[in-house]
T-cell receptor, first 114, second 109 residues
């Protein structure tokens, strides 16, 4: 296993369009997280899954954002009616429950909304 | 645990030591983490420290924890050009991590 992968790596879209990102976690990692990182800031938590259950959503996650993890493996993050303020790097991470709970991060999807 | 603070920039000469400082908010954190982010790459866990420790050494890295002041520092000995990156301290907040804004370390020859 080569780690957490994300697709696409870059996405440019026009305001008002919908976009969907995919994250493939490390095999057997039951926890999956989405974060958003803007320039000059650290990652901010968006949402968290344990297996297929979405257990927490941040206040940052407006109604235009939805995330799924249908089979407890890969996850998708959809943004509807994108706005320029959605431009950011979207990071996915995965971990195994318990102990250190080390989160392994993917390379991110950079979204630019024109 | 949402206000983790770090100094934003550090410039260091190659071969010198780097010290990156961080203050955190949640005194009940079991672990505290340092992550490294290189250009075009995801975050990588660099090191961590248990909250019952004052110091942890890992090769060129030394982590110091002052629980009374909620202060965490990362020292990199013999800083190399490959150490140029953004360094984030992070504390757990339930399952998620709260990150500082990151310290950009620039290593000059």
């Amino acid at each position: 296993d080569t780690g957490v992968s994300q697709d696409p790596r870059h996405k440019i879209t026009k305001r008002g369009q919908n976009v969907t990102f995919r994250c493939d976690p490390i095999s057997e990692h039951n926890r999956l997280y989405w974060y958003r990182q803007t320039l000059g800031q650290g990652p901010e938590f968006l949402t968290y899954f344990q297996n297929e259950a979405q257990l927490e959503k941040s206040r940052l996650l407006s109604d235009r954002f939805s995330a799924e993890r249908p089979k407890g493996s890969f996850s998708t993050l959809e943004i509807q009616r994108t706005e320029q303020g959605d431009s950011a790097m979207y990071l996915c991470a995965s971990s195994v429950a318990g102990g250190l709970n080390e989160q392994f991060f993917g390379p991110g999807t950079r979204l630019t909304v024109l | 645990g949402e206000d983790v603070e770090q100094s934003l920039f550090l410039s260091v000469r190659e071969g010198d030591s780097s010290v990156i400082n961080c203050t955190y908010t949640d005194s009940s954190s079991t672990y505290l983490y340092w992550y490294k982010q290189e250009p075009g790459a995801g975050l990588q866990l660099l090191t961590y420290i248990f909250s019952n420790m004052d110091m942890k050494q890992d090769q060129r890295l030394t982590v110091l924890l002052n629980k009374k002041d909620k202060h965490l520092s990362l020292r990199i000995a013999d800083t190399q050009t490959g150490d140029s990156a953004i360094y984030f301290c992070a504390e757990p907040n339930d399952y998620k991590l709260s990150f500082g804004a990151g310290t950009t370390v620039t290593v000059r020859a």
